[in-house]
């Protein structure tokens, strides 16, 4: 019960540091349309704007897609570097209609790639994690009931390693299919909102920029708040038993 508790605890933690980052973006926001600020910012506009006319110029090409679906093959590979990297360059250089499916297709491959790496070689180091906790594969086996409930709270938590999951998953007994279907759903706030920053990149002081940003603190400490209410509920009934 305690490390139940001590969980609890540090998700609480998180979520609150999403809200206060939010609500930090929300003055930013307003003090962004200080005139004083307005004026400022007005004289760097136009070299933003001929930054972001060259790159959708030049780099909206095949070869930039071929290049962008690469690098979510190399991420199932190089775990290191983050997707929401590749999701804001996608935005920066193309519609974000276009960006958005371009990085649906790289997330289609990446969990793809990780699900049967899962299914072929184990769930990794991820799985090694989970054996020290009791009664933690009834949450993954895909056998129990709401195993896909937490696959889509796992694609939502924001910083929850991606090949990890889908290794872990790759482990179950799961249909392909639904865990794809589970995976793109919960992955698709997060997916839309990189796209959107990256889409006005080149604008960091319009509502456009930080408006996403907000909102994906917002959600994330809604989330973190709804996983450790799960836990605290879990835990009473370990104890009750």
């Known amino acids: 019960m305690n490390k139940n508790k001590s969980r609890s605890y540090r998700l609480n933690l998180l979520a609150f540091i999403c809200f206060t980052l939010a609500l930090v973006l929300i003055v930013l926001l307003r003090v962004f349309r200080n005139e004083d600020f307005v004026l400022w910012y007005n004289r760097y506009v136009d070299t933003l704007a001929s930054y972001e006319i060259w790159m959708q110029t030049y780099g909206a090409t095949w ?12 991420k199932a590979l190089v775990p ?39 299914r072929r070689f184990g769930g990794g180091n991820a799985e090694k994690i989970l054996e020290k906790y009791d009664n933690a594969h009834h949450f993954i086996d895909s056998s129990k009931l709401g195993s896909g409930v937490v696959l889509f709270m796992l694609r939502l938590l924001p910083c929850m390693p991606v090949n990890s999951v889908s290794r872990l998953y790759g482990t179950t007994e799961i249909p392909y ?8 759903l919960g992955f698709t706030y997060k997916l839309f909102s990189y796209t959107i920053i990256g889409r006005n990149v080149f604008d960091p002081a319009s509502a456009s ?33």
């Open 209 to 241: 920029f930080i408006v996403p940003l907000i909102l994906l603190f917002i959600f994330s400490g809604i989330v973190l708040l709804s996983l450790s209410g799960a836990i605290g509920i879990f835990g009473k009934k370990e104890e009750s038993v």
């Open 80 to 118: 290191w570097f983050p997707i929401v990297c590749i999701c804001v360059v996608s935005g920066v250089l193309f519609k974000w209609y276009w960006a958005i499916a371009i990085n649906l297709a790289g997330l289609a491959i990446l969990f793809t790639i990780k699900f049967f790496w899962g």
């Open 177 to 184: 299919g639904r865990y794809m279907l589970i995976s793109v």
């Open 63 to 74: 070869i930039s897609v071929v290049v962008i679906l690469f690098n979510y093959t190399l």
